[in-house]
């Protein structure tokens, strides 16, 4: 939650608690309410001043954590996950059915708000895991089945929609050592997360990239961790992070792969000079990645190294650096080491400065 000068951090816990503290260089806990209903996920919404949990049921609340509103009684799972839509919607991942609701504030010298669904979409087959936002007028939702739709955020309409992403990856990207297996396709999408041009999806353990004008995959990364994926986030830079069951946390990078051409590859350094034949085998691979679209890759440019146990959320503040929580019941702060370096330096500038120690030592004659 982004207040007038300072940020804030929600946090809430499977003790149905929330806590609100103030993000700087280090965490300081502002308030802390137990709200006596079972959370499974927060949404902050900025532009209505509100914040909305939801688990078994909708609640809104304001920043001093009064309930606003609420809505629903959901059983089994309750709500999975929720997204911020225009005209002061929000959509709701219940089951197999993303239901949407308008929220509404109350009449002059009331506290409360409303809350009523006006739609519920059924295009999914199965229990949807996951939503994000792509842009103002796009969101996507992804299932336990592998199914990703994009979705038109101000007409509810679909978009695209795409049935098993992890079909781009052929028996030739399987490593030698697990080729002895049963090859189990792994296929329910854990989260997503999007830079407005891709989508980025995690399915079990690999993570796959989406191009939204092509339709395409154009990389992926085949076991980016060694379990489940938990969380995604776009970082600036074309940069990704995600954290895993495994306690791991790693940053990526979307590079963009030279231009393939379907021609003869020739064979090593003897084939320049005439001596050799073209490989058949390098120009099948060429081919084979011309046709499936992939023409970027994700390369691993960080590893976070630091918790003991599940990762299960980060954040990333400009200012701040990358806040990780873990079932170790830590919440660490990162920071970017270069920028740190660099920032501490013109602090170190800056006081000498102040202090009239910072002056020529030497002269030159």
């Known amino acids: 939650m982004h207040g007038e000068r300072v940020d804030l951090m929600l946090t809430a816990s499977s003790d149905r608690t929330v806590i609100v503290s103030l993000c700087c260089d280090v965490f300081i806990p502002q308030k802390s309410q137990s709200i006596g209903c079972r959370l499974q996920n927060l949404i902050v919404l900025q532009s209505l001043d509100v914040w909305l949990s939801g688990g078994g049921e909708i609640r809104i609340w304001s920043r001093d954590f009064k309930v606003l509103g609420e809505i629903g009684s959901f059983s089994d799972g309750g709500i999975a996950a929720l997204v911020e839509l225009p005209k002061n919607c929000v959509a709701a ?43 103002e007028v796009t969101f996507v939702s992804g299932s336990h089945a592998g199914e990703l739709i994009v979705w038109d955020a101000l007409d509810w309409s679909v978009q695209a929609f795409e049935r098993n992403l992890s079909h781009v990856a052929s028996p030739q990207d399987v490593t030698p050592e697990n080729k002895l297996l049963p090859l189990q396709e792994e296929v329910s999408i854990q989260c ?172 030159l004659h």
Not at 95 to 123: F, H, M, N, P, Q
Request: positive net charge; contains cysteine.
């Open 93 to 135: 991942a219940v089951g197999r059915d993303l239901r949407i609701y308008k929220l509404g504030a109350g009449a002059a010298g009331s506290a409360k708000w409303s809350i009523s669904e006006v739609r519920c979409l059924s295009t999914h087959q199965d229990v949807i895991r996951t939503l994000a936002n792509v842009n």
């Open 192 to 363: 997503i997360s999007s830079d407005g041009e891709c989508v980025f999806v995690a399915v079990c353990r690999s993570i796959y990239v989406y191009n939204l004008q092509t339709k395409r995959v154009i990389a992926y990364q085949k076991n980016a961790h060694d379990s489940d994926i938990q969380h995604m986030a776009t970082l600036p830079n074309r940069q990704l992070g995600s954290c895993s069951e495994d306690g791991s946390v790693r940053i990526w990078e979307l590079r963009s792969k030279p231009q393939f051409q379907a021609e003869s590859v020739p064979a090593g350094f003897f084939s320049m000079w005439g001596f050799g034949k073209p490989s058949k085998q390098s120009n099948h691979t060429v081919k084979r990645a011309a046709e499936n679209g992939i023409i970027a890759s994700l390369e691993l440019i960080g590893d976070l190294i630091g918790h003991s146990s599940s990762v299960q959320m980060f954040l990333y503040f400009q200012d701040h650096g990358l806040v990780t929580c873990s079932a170790d019941h830590l919440i660490i702060l990162w920071k970017e080491g270069k920028r740190e370096s660099r920032l501490r330096s013109l602090m170190l500038f800056q006081k000498l400065e102040q202090n009239g120690d910072l002056q020529a030592r030497f002269s």
